[in-house]
């Protein structure tokens, strides 16, 4: 089942929210509403997040009407603009908008009909390219691996998360099909339970043998030997490696560290914010406290207790043994292959 797709003008996609009880699909040609999925987290991960906005303008296109070329410029800032606020940690979001707005601008025909084609096709592409880099990260990183290997990964990094076989998950995934993966421990991710509900189902879905934990057993497997290596994704990677994840993520690279396991952070390249320093500067998105405080929609602390939501965290560089990417595998330091990689794009 496909998270997301483009079906004859409308975004059609799997609201996540559902997830494992029920499959529920949706199909919108409204951008407020697709914006509002994004923003609610019926569509999520770094990367679908972009292709879902990258669709967002090209949904807003076609309200356009021959003759409104001078208004068409603004209506679809506009459009950009709204997309742009639902989700500020994921670079992913603000570089595909950044793919249509430079449609937008390359734009010098008068033909509406001319600017919707070209936004729709960009839009594919987008998706496209990004079935590519998880098919090349799974490549590369599956080399990374021990034969026989036992894996923990934290939040949920894969079909569900990408428009392809997925990030840290795609190469857990491959490491199955090749004979090389022995079992993966899921992290059940606190607070929204995105490797309870959405990793353990995909792997589910793949038949992929797989143990799922609280979070705070990590640990103890390490130290019980385990865990051969940690996977995970990431929202925005700084110039210097620093890694934007699921909050939680730095807990578990700590704990990796102290036991002297590697933790590899698998992304496409559309994941590298060029701009970002450091982590220091990653702004980080602050939930609704309700999502603490209260456990599929039943409160489950004292009434008006203060909750502190971070979605994300970052994990300095130091903690994080490789990079891997579409276009290969970065080691530290990192401001070095970082700015090998930028020479090469």
Known sequence: MKPLEW?????????????????????????AELAEA?????????????????????????????????SARAFLQSTIDLLASTRPTAVNLFWALKRQRRIIDGWETNSITDLQHRLIDEALLIH??????????????????PQNCSVLTHCNSGILATGGRG????????????GKLRHVFIDETRPLF???????????QANVPATL???????????????????????????????ANKVGTYNTAIIAKHHGIPLYVAAP??????????????????????EVSEVFGRRITPQGMTVYAPAFDVTPNELISAIVTNRGVLFPPFSDSIRVLLSQI
């Open 269 to 290: 390249v559309s994941t590298m914010d060029f701009k970002m320093k450091t982590g220091q500067d990653i702004p980080i998105e602050e939930r609704d406290g309700k």
């Open 194 to 204: 995105q490797g309870a509900r959405l990793t353990a189902w995909e792997m589910n």
């Open 213 to 243: 934990i609280v979070d705070n057993t990590a640990a103890v497997l390490m130290k019980q030997g385990k865990i051969d290596a940690v996977l995970v994704g990431a929202d925005r990677i700084a110039m210097n490696g620093d890694a």
């Open 38 to 70: 994004i923003r609610r987290l019926a569509i999520r991960g770094a990367p679908l997040i972009g292709i879902a906005a990258a669709y967002g303008v090209a949904l807003a296109s076609l309200q356009l009407k021959s003759g409104e070329r001078d």
């Open 167 to 178: 990030t840290a998950l795609g190469i857990i995934t491959k490491a199955w099909e090749i």
């Open 7 to 31: 079906i004859n003008g409308k975004v059609r996609f799997l609201d996540q929210t559902k997830l494992p009880l029920e499959e529920v699909v949706l199909s919108t040609d409204d951008v």
């Open 128 to 145: 496209q390219e990004d079935y590519a880099m998880c098919e090349h990260i799974a490549v590369f990183g599956v080399d990374l691996l």
